[in-house]
């Protein structure tokens, strides 16, 4: 499972494009709203959770596809499936490599874009706190839509409309507890329904993904 | 006698030959009934003035949006656990229904919102809600007509719609953390309140209610023929070409 996932991240990073698709994206929004919005302080803190939180969803969307298209066209997906791990284990592999591509990369570099979209100070410890609890989830999600789509040609956009409204109940949460740490409320009770929404993916949805993908390999 | 005879094609196409016609009717009768009565033969309400009428379309397509995402829940499971075809075929066909539904739902709504709250859509819990559910309706679709194998279809929407019925709950409770809302409760089923609806409303309400379930019944009963022949004719084509 070790090799599996150094061999995920190993291509991430080499072949270029899948690493660097979401950082960039999550900048470009994080550029983008002020230049539309207007520079206006106190609108752009209105908005900064919010729209940090849509900014690092998107960008873990653009990636999705990645995590098991290119698998499943060169055959490696049929030589891991009789491999010795489960698939589920494969799944989950694939999921984390996802996860540290892209969620742990949004949430390590979100500050500075906190900075751009001038959220308040309270709010920092919060975004970095949620997005570390929310994009787990984001990852397990993702890989389940894109096991249910691998056999589809050009899938991206059926893809992109069976996660969207899973991902809702995450984003919510999450906009919440950045929103509420902003405003220096009581955070507890969105944060700790965002870390049940990513442990109860992380728990569940590889074996729904599993099954998916044995399907599709059928 | 089980209720599993219906799972074979045949016993299915034969009952349900005979059944449809009955259902067809009586939702004809009872949604006809129902709405001229709702529409024309009651009073206005004293605040609402004749827009409260809309509650005869908009409560029964509201109530079955719901119930026809959880009978395809049912029937996925059927087909997972017991691979019985008719029934992966009946979610398939209840889909588009339910969206309908739903879109009934949230366009009546939006004409009752208009005068009655001043705007077409406001982002409350409810109708957040309801906009996610028809969501989950297209990506099912989309997700039934972009696989080709009929049976890897039927397998990946049925994980889809167990994955997607736990989502849409916490969606429903997730977007309550917005605030409460502009929608009323529902008043139908409120206990221990006499006459929750004046009895004028709430008769013609129960007699659409009913008209819609019998609609439901009988346009997924009708898809479904429509699927069970398609997939026949599919099977008599392949044979062709082999022979």
Same mark, same amino acid.
């Given at each position: 499972m070790m090799s599996l996932l150094?061999?995920?991240?190993?291509?991430?990073?080499?072949?270029?494009?899948?690493?660097?698709?979401?950082?960039?994206?999550?900048?470009?929004?994080?550029?983008?709203?002020?230049?539309?919005?207007?520079?206006?302080?106190?609108?752009?803190?209105?908005?900064?959770?919010?729209?940090?939180?849509?900014?690092?969803?998107?960008?873990?969307?653009l990636s999705l596809d990645r995590i098991f298209a290119l698998d499943f066209e060169d055959g490696s997906l049929d030589l891991l499936a009789t491999s010795p791990i489960p698939m589920e284990g494969v799944v989950a592999v694939k999921a984390l490599a996802h996860?540290? +591509?892209?969620g742990l990369a949004l949430t390590l570099v979100s500050p500075v874009l906190g900075v751009l979209m001038n959220l308040p100070p309270a709010g920092f410890f919060w975004l970095v706190a949620s997005l570390l609890a929310g994009?787990?989830?984001?990852? +397990?999600?993702?890989?389940?839509?894109?096991?249910?789509?691998?056999?589809?040609?050009?899938?991206?956009?059926?893809?992109?409309?069976?996660?969207?409204?899973l991902y809702v109940p995450t984003l919510i949460f999450g906009a919440e507890v950045v929103k509420r740490g902003a405003q220096g409320a009581e955070?507890?009770?969105?944060?700790?329904?965002?870390?049940?929404?990513?442990?109860?993916? +992380?728990?569940?949805l590889p074996f729904a993904a599993a099954a998916a993908i044995r399907v599709n390999l059928r | 006698m089980s209720i599993w005879e219906y799972a074979n094609p045949k016993k299915f196409m034969q009952t349900s030959a005979w059944a449809l016609p009955w259902v067809a009717g009586l939702a004809?009768?009872?949604?006809?009934?129902?709405?001229?009565?709702?529409? *024309?033969?009651?009073?206005?309400?004293?605040?609402?003035g004749s827009t409260v009428k809309i509650i005869f379309l908009h409560v029964p397509s509201a109530m079955m949006a719901i119930n026809a995402w959880v009978m395809?829940?049912?029937a996925s499971l059927?087909?997972?656990?017991?691979?019985?075809?008719?029934?992966?075929?009946?979610?398939?066909?209840?889909?588009?229904?339910?969206?309908?539904?739903?879109?009934?739902?949230?366009?009546?709504?939006?004409?009752?919102?208009q005068p009655m709250w001043g705007t077409w859509w406001a982002w409350d819990p409810r109708l957040t809600a *309801?906009?996610?559910?028809?969501?989950?309706?297209?990506?099912?679709?989309?997700?039934?007509?972009?696989?080709?194998?009929?049976?890897?279809?039927?397998?990946?929407?049925?994980?889809?719609?167990?994955?997607?019925?736990?989502?849409?709950?916490?969606?429903?409770?997730?977007?309550? *953390?917005?605030?409460?809302?502009?929608?009323?409760?529902?008043?139908?089923?409120?206990?221990?309140?006499?006459?929750?609806?004046?009895?004028?409303?709430?008769?013609?309400?129960? +007699?659409?209610?009913?008209?819609?379930?019998?609609?439901?019944?009988?346009?997924?009963?009708a898809r479904t023929r429509t699927e069970i022949r398609a997939r026949r004719l599919q099977a008599l084509l392949a044979r062709e070409r082999l022979a």
């Open positions: 150094v061999r995920d991240l190993r291509l991430a990073f080499r072949a270029g494009g899948g690493f660097g698709l979401g950082l960039a994206f999550f900048l470009l929004v994080a550029v983008l709203v002020p230049l539309g919005v207007g520079p206006e302080g106190s609108t752009l803190a209105k908005i900064a959770p919010g729209i940090l939180w849509v900014g690092a969803l998107l960008a873990c969307l996860w540290l +591509v892209t994009t787990p989830a984001l990852s +397990v999600i993702g890989a389940f839509g894109a096991a249910l789509t691998v056999g589809v040609k050009r899938g991206g956009l059926l893809l992109s409309l069976l996660v969207l409204p955070v507890g009770t969105p944060l700790l329904l965002l870390a049940g929404i990513t442990a109860g993916s +992380v728990a569940l | 004809a009768v009872s949604l006809g009934v129902g709405l001229v009565w709702g529409f *024309f033969l009651t009073p206005d309400d004293y605040k609402q395809m829940l049912v059927i087909w997972l656990i017991r691979r019985h075809h008719v029934s992966a075929l009946a979610a398939k066909a209840a889909a588009p229904v339910g969206l309908t539904f739903t879109a009934i739902a949230l366009v009546t709504g939006a004409f009752w919102g *309801f906009l996610i559910l028809a969501l989950f309706y297209l990506g099912y679709i989309a997700l039934w007509e972009a696989v080709e194998n009929p049976d890897t279809a039927a397998d990946l929407t049925a994980v889809l719609c167990m994955v997607g019925s736990v989502f849409a709950v916490l969606s429903r409770y997730a977007v309550k *953390f917005w605030n409460q809302g502009l929608h009323q409760d529902s008043t139908i089923m409120k206990v221990g309140e006499k006459d929750p609806i004046a009895p004028a409303y709430y008769l013609p309400l129960i +007699v659409c209610i009913a008209g819609f379930v019998l609609l439901f019944v009988a346009l997924v009963l």
